[in-house]
């Protein structure tokens, strides 16, 4: 393998910029050449195409977002796309691609495989929605901004005595709402993974209130059907608790990664590499415990997504 191409695709996640980097240097060192796709697989159908360099990766690994830009590509699912992206492949003789990128990143990696392309996947995404590896990068950063928003929510709603409903982002999965709730000492966490009890949310608030507590942190994963306005509103009406609502949107896919994000892109970037040196593609990284994992791409995106029921039964105790 001599020519390889990297892309980031989908959604933005801190520590892009580190796997960026360790495929990039890590390929060099190993007597490859690199090439970046900017805009994820839409820079790729426009030839977006740009060789790195050792330097060119330099000072990036601190930075969130990505130096290669991002877009998602509905192009890239059409036919007429799809070829294009393939004679671009050729015509800069890239031999092997690697992507960055969430579920439908890794979906279109595993389309560039049955294509007969060598592909392989990281798992970028703040959502940490990918079946089969424990964690993706961008969602330990993306907690720990969750973390430091309720520290900053809880200092105003305490003075003022209220609740806060505090939604945060992940698409159809629970995970960043489990975390930072569990870690920001959450009284109630809701996730798409299961039903909204309002009693039951209700009932919480009010066993706190009966023994004197005036504020409550209730933290909604986006997928959840139900309007965190909506919510805080039925809970005020409830409980006679006066409750705000507070989307906290983007400010979570931005910032510097943290030490685990940094480590996963550099060690998950550098298997990629590995994979790549005799030619293997049609893999996806991932970790599973401390270990850095690859496993067959079709594969991987069957594996059904589990998630963690104790989290919320430990913060439900914890926070009585
Ligand atoms: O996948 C990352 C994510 O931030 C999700 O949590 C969110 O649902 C979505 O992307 C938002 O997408 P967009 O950037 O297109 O608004």
Do not use: W
Request: net charge negative; proline share 2%; with cysteine.
């Amino acid at each position: 393998m001599k020519k390889i191409g990297v892309l980031t695709s989908g959604g933005d996640a801190p520590g892009m910029n580190a796997a960026v980097r360790a495929v990039t240097r890590g390929a060099i060192y190993n007597g490859m050449e690199v090439y970046g796709i900017a805009r994820g697989y839409e820079g790729l159908i426009y030839g977006e195409i740009r060789p790195l360099s050792i330097s060119s990766v330099g000072d990036i690994i601190h930075r969130g977002g990505t130096m290669l830009k991002t877009d998602r590509s509905p192009d890239f699912m059409t036919p007429a796309g799809f070829q294009r992206a393939l004679n671009m492949l050729e015509s800069f003789g890239l031999e092997a691609v690697v992507t960055i990128g969430g579920d439908g990143t890794m979906r279109g990696a595993l389309e560039l495989t049955k294509a007969g392309v060598t592909t392989v996947g990281l798992p970028g995404t703040i959502d940490n929605d990918l079946a089969y590896t424990d964690f993706t990068i961008g969602f330990d950063t993306a907690v720990n901004t969750v973390l430091s928003a309720i520290s900053n929510i809880r200092d105003t709603s305490s003075s003022h005595g209220r609740s806060t409903v505090i939604e945060v982002m992940g698409r159809d999965c629970g995970d960043i709402a489990l975390y930072a709730g569990l870690c920001g000492g959450a009284d109630v966490i809701l996730i798409p993974e299961e039903e909204v009890d309002i009693n039951a949310v209700c009932r919480k608030v009010m066993e706190g209130k009966n023994r004197g507590k005036t504020s409550n942190i209730i933290v909604v994963a986006e997928g959840v059907d139900a309007d965190s306005q909506e919510l805080a509103k039925d809970v005020t009406e409830r409980t006679g608790l006066e409750t705000r609502a507070v989307v906290l949107g983007y400010i979570q896919r931005g910032g510097s990664p943290t030490a685990k994000d940094r480590m996963l892109a550099s060690r998950m970037g550098y298997r990629a590499v590995e994979l790549l040196m005799p030619g293997g593609g049609g893999r996806a990284v991932g970790v599973r415990g401390e270990e850095i994992i690859d496993m067959d791409l079709a594969e991987a995106l069957a594996m059904k997504r589990r998630y963690d029921r104790s989290i919320i039964e430990l913060a439900d105790v914890l926070s009585r």
